[in-house]
C-alpha cells in the first residue's frame, strides 16, 4: 500500500483481557519495527523485525507481550491480560532495509485504553 | 548503547519567532541522526536526517539541523515559525550493527506556536 496502515485505530479493553494490534508495512519494506508511546514517556523501543532474521525482542517490557511478522509483511503485536499501564498509543513502522541508514515510515499508530 | 536527550519538553514560541530545538547524543561510535515530526492525531513523519558529509542538513518546511560532533548535538532551527509548526518534535539515533539497526528517540519536544 502506499503508506503503513494499522488497525483498529482505537481500542478500548478491560483489565485482564486479551488484545491484537495489526500493522501492515509498505509493500517490499524488509524492516518492520513496534513503539510504544505512552504519556510523557516518548517513543519505547518494543521489537522489530527484519527480513528472515530472528527479531530483536529487546524492548518488549514483559512476557505478556509477543508479535509475530507473517510471510515477511503484515504484523500483529499481542498483548495478554492488559493492564492500565499498557494503556498507550502503539506506532509500528516500515522500512527498506540497505546499508547505510533506514528512515521509517510510520503508521497513525493505534490507540489503546484500558479501564 | 546510545541515548538521546532532549532538552526542553515545552517550547513556547510567538509567530514568525526563530526557534531552536536542543537534542544531544551519547555514542561512542558514528551514529545516523534524525528529526521526527508528529502533527496532533498523526503518526511520525521524517523531517531531516544526517548520514555523512556536510553538517548542515536541510529538512521540509523550511527546517534545518547542525551536526555537531565535539559537542554531540544535532538542534533544530528555524528562523521564523508558522501557526502550523505546532507539533511534537523528536530526535532520534540509530546506529548499525551488523545488519540490524534500531532507532533511539528522545523523550520529544512539544512547540506551540502562539500568534
Known amino acids: 500500500g502506499a503508506g503503513v496502515s494499522q488497525s483498529p485505530s482505537n481500542k478500548v479493553t478491560e483489565k485482564g483481557k486479551d488484545v491484537e494490534l495489526r500493522c501492515d508495512p509498505i509493500?517490499?519494506?524488509?524492516?518492520l519495527y513496534w513503539y510504544r508511546q505512552s504519556l510523557g514517556q516518548g517513543l519505547e523501543f518494543l521489537i522489530y523485525?527484519?527480513?528472515?532474521?530472528?527479531?530483536?525482542k529487546s524492548g518488549l517490557p514483559s512476557d505478556r507481550f509477543s508479535a509475530e511478522r507473517t510471510g515477511g509483511s503484515v504484523s500483529t503485536l499481542t498483548i495478554q491480560r492488559t493492564q492500565q499501564e499498557d494503556s498507550a498509543v502503539y506506532l509500528c513502522a516500515s522500512s527498506f532495509e540497505a546499508s547505510g541508514a533506514n528512515v521509517l515510515t510510520f503508521g497513525a499508530g493505534s490507540r489503546l485504553t484500558v479501564l | 548503547a546510545q541515548s538521546v536527550t532532549q532538552l526542553d519538553s515545552q517550547v513556547p514560541v510567538f509567530e514568525e519567532a526563530p526557534v531552536e530545538l536542543r537534542c544531544n547524543y551519547s555514542s561512542s561510535v558514528s551514529v545516523y541522526l534524525f528529526w521526527y515530526v508528529q502533527y496532533p492525531n498523526q503518526g511520525l513523519q521524517l523531517l531531516l536526517k544526517y548520514l555523512s558529509g556536510s553538517t548542515l542538513v536541510k529538512g521540509i518546511n523550511g527546517f534545518e539541523a547542525e551536526f555537531n560532533k565535539s559537542q554531540t548535538s544535532f538542534h533544530l532551527r528555524k528562523p521564523s515559525v508558522h501557526i502550523s509548526d505546532t507539533a511534537e518534535y523528536f530526535c532520534a539515533v540509530s546506529r548499525r550493527v551488523g545488519g540490524a539497526q534500531k532507532l533511539v528517540f528522545g523523550q520529544g519536544t512539544r512547540l506551540t506556536i502562539n500568534p
Open positions: 509493500s517490499g519494506h524488509t524492516a
Open positions: 523485525f527484519q527480513g528472515n532474521s530472528a527479531p530483536d
